[in-house]
């Protein structure tokens, strides 16, 4: 079913409005919009970065993939991009050498890639940074200093802010 124009006018309306309140939000406190504009910041810096200097200073011919190399492996803290970077080379390297001895016992091109591959995608990077998930919120603060067994913030903005 197709709406009419008035219906697809009021949904174009209401995210319009939604996406206004969510920019709002990211601008005036802390919260998960703040949260995602910083993350989709870090991940746009680290795409530009990656193609200047695989581009510019490098010259390598594809550097096309240096900026969804850096997108894909922005984390929310440096620690957590740095630590997903080695993770990636160290299974990179161990799946060359899985794959080389597979080919060499084997003969066979096709088993050489079929034997490291799920063991490799099964521990990468992806399955061990996947980021936990929050406590339920408890009152109306979005500070990371909450415990999760408490009920209220254990030293936000909002608290110092009062005193």
Same mark, same amino acid.
């Given at each position: =079913?197709? $709406? ?16 206004? !309140? ?8 802390? /919260?998960?919009? !703040? ?25 390598? *011919?594809?550097?096309? =993939?240096? *900026?969804?190399? #850096?997108?894909?492996?922005?984390? %929310? ?7 997903? /970077? ?12 899985? &794959?080389?001895? #597979? ?6 091109? =096709? ?13 990468? $990077?992806? %399955?061990?940074? !996947?980021? *936990?998930? $929050? *406590? $339920? ?21 909002? !608290?110092?802010? &009062?005193?």
């Amino acid at each position: =079913m197709i $709406p009419s124009a008035r219906e697809a006018w009021h949904r174009v309306h209401g995210e319009a409005g939604a996406v206004g !309140r969510s920019v709002r939000s990211a601008l005036t406190g802390p /919260g998960p919009e !703040r949260d995602l504009a910083v993350q989709s910041l870090k991940a746009a810096g680290a795409a530009i970065l990656a193609w200047a200097v695989a581009g510019w200073w490098w010259q390598a *011919p594809l550097a096309l =993939m240096a *900026p969804w190399t #850096a997108v894909a492996l922005v984390q %929310s803290t440096v620690y957590r991009s740095v630590r997903t /970077g080695v993770q990636q080379v160290v299974l990179i390297a161990a799946g060359t050498v899985l &794959a080389a001895a #597979a080919a060499g016992l084997t003969g066979n091109t =096709m088993a050489a890639m079929s034997c490291p591959s799920p063991s490799c995608s099964a521990t990468g $990077p992806a %399955s061990a940074t !996947r980021a *936990p998930t $929050p *406590p $339920p919120r408890r009152s109306s603060c979005w500070c990371t200093a909450r415990t999760p067994a408490s009920t209220s913030c254990t030293g936000c903005w909002r !608290r110092s802010s &009062a005193r």
